[in-house]
Each structure stands twice: as C-alpha cells, then as structure tokens.
C-alpha cells in the first residue's frame, strides 16, 4: 500500500473547519501534540493513536510560551521535511499535520484592531504580537495547574508548565479531539493535562503512553541530538539508576531516601548534574517516604548542555 500523504494545515479556522465537518460524518479525531523532530518515541503515540480514533491529527508547533528567556528555544532541533517522512511511513498513516506559524500571535484578529493617532485602524502593536510581550496587545492568559505544577520540573523550570497547559487548552480548542496522547515520559506534564481536562470539563479522553527507550535504555528525546558520544554513554546511568531503584523496591528496599541516594551517586559518578531525583504518588505527585503504594521515581539531569528527564513507575 502507498504511504499516505497528510493533509498540512497552517491556520486556525481550516483546522477546526477540518475537523468539525469531519465530526458531522461521525468521525472520531486524536490528537497527538508534539514539537517536532519526530523520533520514534512520536511515532509510538500515533500507533497509540489509532487505537482510540478513526482519524489521527499530530501537530507541530514549537511552543515559546514554555520556554524561560535563558532555555533552549532557539536551539530546539527542526527538521519537517524528515518529520513528514516519518509520519508517511506509521502504519495507519497520519491524517493531518497541523503546523501554525504562531498561536500567539493576534494580529490579524480583528479585536485586537486599534486606532493610531490619525483616527485609523492598525493592528496591534503593528506587527507580530508574540506570548512573550509584556506590552501592548499581547497574550495574556495563563491556564494553571496550580498544585501538581509546582514540585519536579516545576521548581526549577516555573514558567513551563504554564506555558504546556495554555498551548494544549489552546490545540483542544482549535482540533477539538475526542483523544489526545501524550507520552508518559514527560509524566508530570501528562498528569497535569489530565487533571486540566478534568477541572475544565473537557470532553477528551487523555491518554498516556508508556516510554520509549533506544536498545541501550536511553529515553528517547528530541533533545537527545545534542549528546556527544561520551555524553550520551553517560547518560545511560539515568535509566540505569531508574531500574536498580525498581528491582530494590521489589526485593523489599522501600526506604526512598536509600533508592533516590544511591540513583544521584550512580549519576554523578558518571558525571551528570543532579536537577532532582524524586519518588512521588503517581497521582498526586506528592513526595512519599516509604514505597507502600504505586509510586513514580522521576529523574532531572544534566550531562553537558543537556537536560535530561526520565522515569519509571513502581508497583508493589
């Protein structure tokens, strides 16, 4: 069978147009957001996908409004010629790629149309009017998650989840799905969207997908391009520690202060950067002190530039 070629959107209106003429043939849509350069970890979610839906929509937008002017939003690696590439070639096919150009940006929306001096209309700002102006007619409402954003990535990246919840409420509101899919590696960010769609009544079934590792155990990452060769063997220790935390908890070592000591020694032996390395209730994302119901061991890290997340849930 030929690989299928999406249909690209780039504007608000024919997206939602798209999918509302295709709910009118009773047509259920999922929804994949993602921030391109696609790896398989991607991938996996569509393959999810197709299990919730009839007709698959990912989306790529590299989202400045989770982005802190000191992070890494002018590196984030792009490449939407291989992306398409790789969305031809899932088994099931991808429907549309919607790819805008700016969701925050305002100025050819006719509410944001101002007078000037001379008594005419002009656009906002007269120009783009981008989520990280503080002036002017620029975006400014914030969707928060208020408890589960503040501990993990939250204490030392405070604008991130912020900036996820407001682009996602947004996508929801321009696909409007019936399913979305988020990856279980960015756990914090999945149960944050759950509890989101849960608070705001949306009608979309949130699903989340267990983490894609390479061979060699490394969660897969977008990000993970910019390991060198030494960087990247290093890094190994993440899931490494990750799963010796897990067969310990399973022979009895319940203790986390024990597991999360010995998961940063076996880190910074082999040279990263602790962020943080936390056992937490997988529902509440609080910390616990001793392993007596299912937990998450969630681990930050830095190995060079890098910044790296991974995690593994424990059940016993």
């Known amino acids: 069978m030929a690989a299928k070629d999406p249909l690209v959107l780039t504007g608000k209106d024919e997206m939602r147009k798209w999918s509302r003429l295709m709910r009118s043939h009773g047509k259920t849509i999922a929804l994949v957001p993602t921030m391109g350069y696609l790896h398989q970890g991607h991938l996996s979610l569509i393959q999810e996908a197709h299990k919730h839906a009839q007709l698959i929509?990912?989306?790529?937008?590299?989202?400045?409004?989770?982005?802190?002017?000191?992070?890494?939003?002018?590196?984030?690696?792009?490449?939407?010629?291989?992306?398409?590439?790789?969305?031809?070639?899932?088994?099931?096919?991808?429907?549309?790629?919607?790819?805008?150009?700016?969701?925050?940006?305002?100025?050819?929306?006719s509410g944001d149309k101002q007078k000037n001096k001379n008594g005419n209309e002009s656009l906002g700002g007269g120009g783009s009017v981008s989520c990280v102006e503080e002036k002017g007619n620029g975006h400014e409402t914030w969707v928060r998650v208020e408890r589960l954003e503040k501990g993990l990535c939250g204490k030392s990246r405070p604008v991130f989840f912020r900036g996820v919840a407001t682009i996602v409420t947004k996508l929801f509101h321009i696909v409007e799905p019936d399913v979305a899919v988020f990856g279980k590696k960015d756990y914090q960010q999945w149960r944050i969207i759950q509890r989101m769609v849960r608070d705001l009544d949306f009608a979309i079934e949130i699903v989340g997908s267990e983490v894609m590792r390479d061979n060699d155990g490394l969660a897969l990452s977008s990000r993970n391009v910019h390991l060198s060769a030494e960087e990247r063997e290093k890094a190994l220790s993440?899931?490494?520690?990750?799963?010796?935390?897990?067969?310990?908890?399973?022979?009895?070592?319940?203790?986390?202060?024990?597991?999360?000591?010995?998961?940063?020694?076996?880190?910074?032996?082999?040279?990263?950067?602790?962020?943080?390395?936390?056992?937490?209730?997988?529902?509440?994302?609080?910390?616990?002190?001793?392993?007596?119901?299912?937990?998450?061991?969630?681990?930050?890290?830095?190995?060079?530039?890098?910044?790296l997340i991974d995690n593994m849930e424990i059940n016993i």
């Not at 590196?75 to 790629?97: A, C, E, I, Q, R």
């Not at 024990?258 to 509440?284: C, F, H, M, N, P």
């Open 57 to 109: 929509v990912v989306s790529i937008y590299v989202n400045p409004g989770q982005f802190s002017p000191s992070e890494d939003l002018s590196t984030y690696p792009s490449d939407f010629h291989g992306d398409m590439l790789k969305l031809k070639s899932v088994p099931g096919g991808v429907d549309v790629v919607f790819c805008p150009k700016n969701l925050y940006d305002y100025s050819n929306d």
């Open 238 to 307: 993440i899931s490494k520690s990750l799963l010796k935390a897990k067969s310990g908890a399973k022979d009895g070592q319940v203790k986390c202060r024990e597991l999360k000591d010995l998961a940063i020694l076996t880190i910074t032996q082999a040279g990263g950067r602790i962020d943080y390395a936390e056992i937490v209730d997988q529902e509440s994302l609080e910390a616990v002190e001793e392993i007596n119901s299912p937990v998450v061991f969630c681990i930050a890290a830095w190995f060079g530039k890098v910044r």
